[in-house]
């Protein structure tokens, strides 16, 4: 079935690093653009990064510009974000998503999310 794991969260000091990782299973990974978002309590979801399937291009909010890097390996079926320069409102929990779409056929897959606290 499909499954997106993300993993490498944590409790970093502001200024600190954290590599989230999305490992990705049960569908042709190398077809999907992939996205990591956030949701801080009592906030909506927002998109940190996303990178197309092939991993030529990719999209910042702004406030992340700079600071975080998305890469993925297609060979390893695995999705990355490097964060540094963290803040307190960095604070949140990181969903990995994947999306494909076509005429005629979307398709959205979620992982369960890695919590990430910035605080001293």
Not at 69 to 76: E, F, G, H, P, Y
Request: hydrophobic residues 35%; glycine residues 10%; positive net charge.
């Amino acid at each position: 079935q499909v499954q997106l794991v993300e993993s490498g969260g944590g409790l970093v000091q502001p200024g600190g690093s954290l590599r989230l990782s999305c490992a990705a299973s049960g569908f042709t990974f190398s077809i999907y653009a992939m996205s990591w978002y956030r949701q801080a309590p009592g906030k909506e979801r927002e998109l940190v990064a996303a990178i197309t399937s092939a991993g030529g291009s990719t999209n910042y909010a702004d406030s992340m510009k700079g600071r975080f890097t998305i890469s993925r390996d297609n060979a390893k079926k695995v999705v990355y974000l490097q964060m540094t320069s963290l803040k307190p409102e960095d604070t949140a929990v990181y969903y990995c998503n994947a999306h494909f779409s076509m005429p005629d056929l979307t398709r959205d897959y979620w992982g369960q999310g890695t919590q990430v606290t910035v605080s001293s």
